[in-house]
């Protein structure tokens, strides 16, 4: 056994048994260990930001690790982005990146790079192991760091010689360490806080949006009447028919403000203080006004599901009905596409226990309210916003629920950043419907132009905003890619290419040309 | 003014007027100083690393650094496996940088990252301007710091408050420092070392490989009897009908070992002591014998042409004639692809004065010798290795050359990292032919998982070195980009291919199926 075939059945042993992978030389003895030891799924990326992204939406929906494979310290570069995005939505991933033999790396081959430093700014834990004999402890290490409440990016260094010399050990990551408890002290301030009058918002994040916790929210907010809220963008959240009902805070900075403005006191569960987006000449970096209090029942670190039920008892909510939304699927509409539109034709359609991996940015913030009441599904946004995750993400999630639907919203402009993901799609079959949203510019920047207080775009700033001139045609990249793909020009054309996708056991993309 | 219009106005005095770009709502107030301030032409890239290789491509021709305008710390992560490869060929860039406004920073809004910590592996110069009133200043300083010899990676981060806020100041970039001059003494030990006898290699790199410090070389070579190569890699390669033969150092360790096994002494112009691409267990990190001696008369930073010109005076080589390659293009093949027949068609119909852009990787190795007598040209090779530099640096070298033809030959696998630069060719019209060697495979690791030792693959590791399954259909690829395309499948085709995309004004991309 080698270093690299240690680290292998490490990683199988300590649970981590899919892996995304861009190898390169240096990760060669990582493939040949594949070959060798039975278990391990690994899945081609054609760039490294697919193979991050992908480790993302596999953790979203297992709560478990993935690990990628990834080439020193460019093949790493080109995965920080959605190593970002994974980070900020809790998400923990173990990265393997090959190095040079430690000895080489004296000599300043054309590929060396300080792979450390490359990696800290978006891991939470980073080593290099220097010898075969340690890679299977630094490994079951790595998975512990990526298990943690919330998740963490781990990063593991592995050079050429720590991978093929011999090494006789198997480790094991120990159980994964549970969640922090909240204090009673805690959940009896915020019991306090909560009979004390007063508007309230509870403002749910992370676990909280799920399953037994996102229950008990609802049934404290039902006894209590206070307002139950998610934050802007959610790793996951559990919604549609069956599941709690709560509203969304907006991405605008005068729309969160509005929504913030009578509210006297914030509870915040797995939410971080409501922020804005981008700092705006004259516009506030905080969200809700001074006088608003903020309370922290949780954080992300937390037990939020046992915080939620012993709040739920102590305020006597416990068998409380939460407000849940009955199943009402919206019509079907036609004729020209509106962003309501969409979401009409995306809640009618939408199966059972879909995942929704919205990236559909200036488009997409009026589908929440339509889809309120549709089929049970999750949604998912980017927490990162580094554009290009959505289409990874969707990777991911397909391989770890392969028996539900994946239905990646996503712009033309966003869907460029990754969109070598498609291959990957059809190469594993895997069951996404794709819908790009052809606006042919990054429109978001149109109405941000404005909003920083520069006024209108003029020749050259247009050209820099704009993504005609020429045209993606996705129908091609599409099939670039090896995916089969339709256009639709209006909500009717949507409705039928969004069915034939949905009907498909594969990839299909769907090009909406709004 | 604002923090940014006076940074728009101080890269244009300096001299930096051409800005590759893929900007975010913290880079809008540059965007619209471009609107207001004429002179800069800038192009629009779908993903960052194609704006960072086109910086790098346009450096290598006209030795003036392009500015890149980046989204905060992902962003410029997406742009850091081209920022590598432009800081291994010494290419001068100037990055900027958005940042969150100084103030919005402490609030952790999702696109907050460490984007010094994000710049520094890949950048020599990193600053934050942290007010309107010191942009110009530091702006000038970053022109500075990329306009030295060699070139170099600076990168300034500009908050959005700096950007947005009154500045009135416009500054000027000193002139660049002129290359440090090579000492008498080490111009004499090296002559010793020529008159000395032994068997003796001139080992070029940088500067060395073009224009009269070429030429010098060549007297040098001529009049002495050493054997003039280049290093393995070159930034830019004057070669072709006209130009001094030289030979190249293999990349393979046994090919160059073997090369440079009879040698005595190697003399390092612009060029670094010969090192393997990757370690390799049993085999050499250096390339040249141990008793083989090293002497250099020039690095990077040198003024290489005059240190050059001194040694020919100096050995009574100042009129020597060297040995200067003839035009004898080779003659066209037909049959079968193998890569002598690419070679021979690409040397039988380049036009005079082209930039060939060489990603080959596997497949290429053998283009060189065959092509040493075609029509005078360019040839520039990735020095950083990171895979998908090839499509953004011809863009670069496109808009730089626009009076040349820029064919640029990748690997299907290497292409498909930065595939979205065929957009920003179609967009600019510029005129690249494009030669996708379409093996699909990553074949380049196939022969390195024998060379590592680990003997054939098995099935999962094939997976994760081959490209089929579906194949990549780059017809459709281009064409999804706005790009004109076609395929062939044999050595004539590929003839009439390559001579459609030459005769065309535009970008035209050559699938050839090997």
Redesign the interface.
């Known amino acids: 056994m080698n270093g690299a075939e240690s680290l292998v059945r490490t990683l199988l042993s300590s649970g981590v048994d899919v892996c995304f992978?861009n190898?390169?030389?240096?990760e060669?003895?990582f493939?040949?260990a594949?070959?060798?030891v039975a278990g391990?799924r690994?899945a081609?990326g054609?760039?490294e930001?697919v193979a991050t992204g992908a480790a993302d939406g596999y953790f979203r929906i297992t709560g478990r690790p993935a690990c990628t494979l990834l080439h020193l310290?460019?093949?790493l570069?080109?995965g920080?982005?959605n190593l970002?995005?994974a980070k900020?939505a809790g998400s923990g991933i173990v990265n393997v990146v090959g190095q040079?033999?430690t000895?080489?790396l004296?000599?300043?081959?054309?590929?060396t790079?300080?792979i450390e430093?490359?990696a800290?700014?978006?891991s939470h834990w980073v080593r290099t192991s220097m010898s075969s004999s340690g890679v299977a402890s630094d490994g079951a290490d790595a998975v512990q760091a990526a298990r943690s409440t919330p998740g963490q990016i781990a990063t593991l260094i592995l050079p050429?010689?720590a991978s093929?010399a011999a090494a006789d050990e198997v480790a094991l990551a120990p159980a994964p360490t549970p969640p922090r408890a909240v204090s009673p002290d805690a959940v009896t301030a915020v019991a306090k806080a909560l009979r004390s009058g007063g508007r309230t918002v509870m403002l749910l994040g992370g676990a909280a949006l799920r399953g037994k916790a996102l229950e008990w929210a609802g049934r404290i907010a039902a006894k209590t009447g206070c307002r139950l809220m998610s934050e802007g963008?959610n790793a996951r959240l559990e919604r549609g028919a069956g599941r709690v009902k709560l509203d969304r805070l907006p991405y605008d900075v005068p729309g969160a403000v509005a929504t913030l403005k009578e509210i006297d006191r914030v509870i915040l569960i797995g939410a971080?203080?409501p922020?804005?987006?981008?700092?705006y000449?004259d516009q506030p970096?905080?969200l809700a006004p001074k006088e608003c209090e903020m309370v922290t029942l949780a954080q992300g670190e937390h037990d939020i599901e046992s915080a939620l039920e012993e709040l739920a008892h102590e305020l006597g909510a416990s068998t409380t009905a939460p407000v849940i939304a009955d199943l009402q699927r919206p019509a079907l509409q036609e004729g020209k596409v509106t962003p309501e539109g969409i979401a009409a034709v995306l809640g009618a359609l939408m199966p059972e226990h879909a995942v929704v991996v919205d990236e559909s940015i200036s488009m997409g913030r009026g589908f929440f309210p339509v889809t309120v009441s549709s089929a049970p599904h999750d949604w998912m946004n980017?927490?990162?916003?580094?554009l290009?995750y959505a289409l990874p993400v969707a990777i991911g999630a397909a391989m770890a629920a392969p028996d539900r639907k994946v239905i990646a919203i996503v712009g033309d402009?966003s869907a460029?950043?990754t969109?070598?993901a498609l291959?990957t799609m059809?190469?594993e079959g895997l069951d996404v419907t794709i819908v790009i949203l052809a606006n042919r510019s990054y429109n978001?920047?149109r109405s941000?132009?404005a909003k920083?207080?520069?006024?209108a775009?003029?020749?050259?700033?247009l050209?820099?905003?704009t993504?005609d001139?020429?045209?993606?045609?996705?129908?091609?990249?599409?099939?670039?890619?090896?995916v089969a793909s339709g256009r639709a020009h209006d909500l009717g054309e949507f409705a039928k290419e969004l069915s034939r996708g949905l009907a498909s056991d594969g990839p299909y993309l769907v090009e909406l040309v709004v």
Chains 1, 2 share one sequence.
């Open positions: 992978a190898p390169g030389t240096s060669m003895h493939i040949a594949l070959d060798k391990m690994c081609l054609l760039f930001g310290a460019p093949g570069a080109n920080l982005a970002h995005n900020k040079h033999a000895y080489h004296n000599y300043d081959a054309p590929l790079g300080d430093g490359v800290k700014p978006m050429a010689d093929w963008q971080k203080t922020v804005a987006f981008f700092a000449p970096s905080l980017s927490m990162g916003a580094s290009g402009g460029m950043y969109l070598q291959w059809a190469r978001i920047l941000e132009l920083v207080g520069v006024g775009a003029g020749r050259t700033a050209d820099m905003l993504l001139n020429p045209n993606l045609d996705w129908v091609a990249l599409a099939k670039g890619h090896g």
